[in-house]
């Protein structure tokens, strides 16, 4: 569908039908061939075979196809997906946040305060009690303690007393396996004395994507026959009252934690972190030595810095965010956000039912051959520029559509492969078009070049001079082929007719017009010496058969060198240019006559004129007179008539280049809109 323009297999396909085409036949005849020259011979049956079996055709076809797919459903442009998956990501927040969120920063000014990290447990302890005391829900410690402390015993007290407080602990790198996540063992082990006294105790493992950044976390680990879950999906179970044995996992897909409750996974069983906004932005921030400053100045009936009340049934995350922390990473959202917002973001978005959904595999390759289609359709149908705006607006309501979907309903669909995909396909789509109409204009502009030859056939092959005449013609078509025509007609008795005509219409139909004129004339002035009967006949003989609309005006003259007169009739034409000795450039036309072909019976007026030594007569065609430079200016009659004035002491040849040398600078490297003929017939002593 996609690339088959272009592929091995059509190239293939297309260089076998052409060898069968030209192959030669030959019948009762034994053609000697050595090893080497078989080859092609063999491959020939072969290649026929395959063309003619539909299935390996279609096989064929089906390949480039194939692979495109495929592309999209093993996500091989994952890391640049990734990147507009960002990108919706920060146009998207900020989203809802729970009120119920606070977040206790272990920042520099508490390390200022309290001294060098890490911090002594005491103060852990107190702040358990404190926010114990306020009424806290729940306090979530984003630090792992795995080295024992004489101190644990004073903050597992705490912790088992106020029995709201969460630790955290790091697993072996987990596997995937069949339908769950298996790890070996831990990788930082919570002290058993704060294991026991805890509420609750997760994992923080957060999963790194290929450029680093954290997105998705794995909400349940198996390890050693137990399930260990996400220490904020933990929390959440908790504060939302829900068993783990009411949990149940639909494999990579999703969590329902209750039947109001689902929590939508990734397809591969990750949980997509809905980042609420940026991390100085997300929830309400409290310094962690300001809290236990508070506590210190209400005993000393001092104002606090902090009012502790307000930790009253809220949910403590705390975590080390001082400037060096090691505990950062890269999100969507900012190069740098600590693991503590990441765990409150999680517990967010389950409290606010507000989930990230990615699109599965098999959609997305529904929505990336439609619209691969449309788009080849378009490219290969509508004209070029109406297929360049159908694609550019097809890109752009696709791209509006899912930008739309995720910002309002959090679908993630794919959008960087279906766009990279649908514009090479409209590149490549356009390239074979172009490549193809090449070729044809190639063939065409072959079949031109013969026609120009059989056409200039139909045109003396020789200009005639005549006693007592001398004769320059020059003729440029606009295009390949042209309607303008010229003849000379010896006529013997010192008679020569000099003819030239213009059809209207420009290329192939006026070329084919001229073609038939020529032979019609030629018949019609065979021996006849009136130039009136000749276009009488002519005429009869045009006008009577179907011409297509089209028509053509001329001029005939007759010249009698022998006499010293001229004959003229015009069809239409323009007026004769008549240069003298004795008198100025004048303009000299038959009147009456109408062009050849439009209506039969059309009578036909004829002038005599006396001709002398060094008269000189001008015949031309309009793209001479209406030839236009690059200002749209027009050549006109009046300056062909200067140019023969100006050098009517030259031959006829000497005329004809200084007009058509005139011509042409005139032009410039403006566009030949219309053929150009001119024909000088000068007169010259017997």
């Avoid at 508490?110 to 404190?130: M, N, T």
Wanted: aromatic residues 10%; hydrophobic residues 45%; neutral net charge.
């Amino acid at each position: 569908m996609i690339i088959w323009l272009m592929s091995p297999a059509a190239l293939f396909t297309d260089s076998i039908q052409t060898s069968r085409l030209r192959a030669p036949t030959t019948t009762g005849k034994k053609i000697p061939t050595s090893p080497r020259k078989d080859i092609p011979a063999l491959c020939l049956p072969l290649a026929s075979s395959i063309l003619s079996n539909r299935v390996l055709r279609g096989f064929l076809a089906a390949v480039p196809v194939l692979i495109a797919l495929s592309l999209s459903y093993f996500r091989v442009f994952e890391p640049y997906e990734l990147q507009t998956y960002d990108w919706r990501c920060q146009l998207r927040v900020p989203r809802p946040m729970s009120k119920d969120i606070v977040l206790i920063d272990i920042a520099d000014d508490s390390v200022e305060k309290l001294g060098q990290w890490p911090f002594s447990r005491k103060y852990h302890s107190a702040l358990i009690d404190i926010l114990g005391e306020a009424g806290a829900k729940a306090l979530l410690f984003d630090i792992l303690f795995v080295e024992p402390s004489d101190e644990d015993a004073l903050m597992a007290h705490s912790a088992h007393a106020k029995n709201n407080v969460y630790f955290c602990e790091a697993l072996a790198e987990p596997k995937s396996e069949k339908d769950r996540f298996v790890s070996a063992g831990f990788l930082a082990p919570l002290v058993e004395s704060c294991k026991k006294a805890a509420r609750g105790v997760g994992f923080v493992n957060v999963k790194a994507d290929v450029d680093g950044k954290r997105r998705r976390v794995i909400p349940m680990i198996s390890m050693e026959g137990n399930n260990i879950y996400q220490l904020s999906f933990q929390l959440a179970l908790d504060v939302l009252d829900i068993k783990k044995g009411d949990v149940v996992m639909d494999p990579k897909r999703s969590m329902r934690l209750s039947k109001a409750l689902e929590v939508p996974l990734d397809g591969e069983g990750y949980f997509l972190v809905n980042y609420a906004s940026r991390w100085r932005d997300s929830f309400q921030h409290y310094s962690y030595a300001d809290i236990l400053t508070s506590y210190v100045q209400i005993i000393d009936r001092e104002k606090p810095a902090v009012d502790l009340k307000c930790f009253k049934d809220k949910i403590c995350f705390v975590g080390f965010t001082a400037t060096g922390a090691t505990d950062t990473n890269a999100t969507p959202l900012e190069p740098v956000y600590p693991m503590m917002g990441i765990h409150a973001n999680i517990l967010n978005s389950i409290l606010q039912r507000d989930f990230i959904r990615r699109v599965d595999r098999f959609p997305n390759l529904v929505v990336l051959a439609l619209l691969v289609f449309l788009v080849l359709y378009g490219a290969l149908r509508l004209k070029p520029l109406t297929a360049f705006r159908v694609t550019i607006l097809t890109l752009c309501l696709f791209t509006t559509v899912v930008v739309f979907i995720f910002y309002h309903w959090g679908i993630w669909a794919d959008l960087f492969y279906p766009c990279m995909l649908a514009i090479l396909t409209y590149v490549i789509s356009t390239l074979s078009r172009v490549l193809y109409e090449m070729k044809k204009r190639e063939l065409i502009e072959n079949e031109l070049k013969v026609a120009s030859q059989i056409q200039k056939s139909f045109l003396p092959a020789a200009v005639p001079q005549p006693p007592g005449l001398d004769i320059a013609v020059y003729m440029k078509p606009a295009k390949a082929v042209g309607g303008d025509l010229y003849a000379f007609i010896p006529l013997g008795n010192g008679q020569i007719g000099v003819m030239l005509g213009d059809v209207s219409g420009k290329g192939t139909p006026a070329a084919l017009f001229m073609a038939k004129t020529v032979s019609e004339f030629k018949f019609s002035a065979h021996e006849r010496t009136d130039p009136v009967e000749v276009l009488s006949n002519l005429n009869h003989s045009i006008a009577s058969e179907s011409t297509g609309g089209l028509f053509v005006t001329l001029t005939y003259v007759i010249f009698d060198t022998a006499h010293r007169k001229l004959w003229m009739s015009s069809a239409g034409h323009l007026p004769m240019v008549v240069a003298t000795l004795s008198a100025p450039v004048t303009l000299v036309n038959a009147e009456g006559g109408m062009p050849i072909g439009v209506m039969d019976g059309v009578s036909f007026e004829k002038i005599e004129k006396t001709i002398r030594s060094g008269d000189c007569f001008v015949l031309y065609s309009d793209g001479v007179s209406e030839a236009r430079n690059r200002k749209k200016d027009e050549f006109g009659i009046e300056a062909l008539q200067k140019i023969i004035q100006e050098h009517h002491d030259l031959n006829a040849q000497g005329i004809l280049d200084a007009a058509v040398g005139c011509l042409n600078r005139f032009m410039g490297k403006a566009d030949q809109h219309d053929d150009i003929t001119l024909l000088i017939v000068k007169v010259q002593a017997t």
